[in-house]
C-alpha cells in the first residue's frame, strides 16, 4: 500500500522547508514519546514536529485506515473525523468511498491542523473539507455524520472524557464509528474499553469481531491486525534503514447501527505454514479456537487462501 502520489507530492516539498537531520532527529524524538508514554499529556507540536510526524506516521495510518475501511460495511457521504492529525484518514477515506460528499476533520494542534490543511490544498485534495482547529472532547455533542472515526487518537484523549466521546459519536454517526489504535497491549486496553462503550449503546459490531458479545480475549494478550506500506526513499532515510516495507500493526473495531453482525469467524494472527498443515488462530462467535488444517482436508485449498484478519472459512 502507498500513499496517493499527490500527498506524496506535498509531503516531499514541505519536507524541502527543513534540513533531513532535523527531520530524522524530531522524528526519532517523538517516536520514543509515543512508545514511552502514548497518553502523557498534550505539548504543542512545532512546525518541525508536525511535519515529521506527517512524514512518518501517514504512509503507516494510510495503509492500516484502508485495511479497516474494506470490512467497513459504509456509503458514507459525511465523514467526520476526530483527532485528525495530519490528516491521514481524510485521504484514506476518499480512496475507499468515491461518493463521499464531505469530511470534517477536528484536530486540537494548530500547528498539526495547519500542516494538514497545507497538505489537502497543494495536493487539490479531490473532496470538499473543513479541518477545524478544536478539542473533539469538549465540543460535543457532535456534527450528525454517516461515519466518526477515531484513528490513533482517542487513547490520547483524557482516560475519563473517552467513553463520552464514542458515546457522542455514536450519537452522531448514522452508520458507524470505527476505533483504530496502535496493536499493542496498551491500544488494545482502549479499544476494548471503545468496544464495550458502543455496545453499550445498541451498537453491532461489524468487523473484527464475528459477535456483539464480550471480547475473549485473555488478560496479557490483544487482539490485532497488521497491514503492509512500501517505504518511500525520504521514508527510507528518515528511518535510517534500507528495507522498502513495513508492516504497522493495528487493533480497531467497526461499529454499526444496521449492519448484522456476520458470524463468521476472523483469522487473528498470521497463519503458521508447515508442510501439510496450516494453522489458524481465530475468533468465533462461541470464542477463541486454533484450526489445523491438513493437505487431505476439503479446507486444505481455503486456508492456503486465509489471511490475517481475512473471514474463516473465506
Ligand atoms: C497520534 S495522532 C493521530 C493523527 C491521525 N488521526 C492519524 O491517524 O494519523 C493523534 C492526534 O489526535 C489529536 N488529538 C488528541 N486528543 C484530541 C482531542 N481531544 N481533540 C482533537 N484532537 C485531539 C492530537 O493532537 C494528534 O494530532
Known sequence: M???EPLRAALDEEAGRFPLRDLAAAADALSRSYRDAPASPHRPFTPLEALAYALTRMPATYAAARF???KTPAQPRV???LGAGAGAIAWAAAAQWPGLERIVCLERDPEMAALARTLLR???FPVPFEFLTADAAALLPLAPCDIAVFSYSLGEFPAPRRAPAVEAAFRAAQQSVIVLEPGSQAGFAVLRDARSTLIGQGALIAAPCPHSGACPMPPGDWCHFAA????????RRLKT???SYEDEKFSYTVATRHAPTPGQAVVIRRPVQHPGLIELSLCTPDGLAEARIRKRDPLWRAARHASWGSHWPS
Open 241 to 243: 534503514s534500507q528495507l
Open 122 to 124: 497543494r495536493a487539490s
Open 228 to 235: 503492509r506500506l512500501e517505504r518511500g526513499a525520504l521514508l
Open 2 to 4: 502507498q500513499i496517493p
Open 68 to 70: 479497516v475501511f474494506s
Open 79 to 81: 465523514l467526520l473525523d
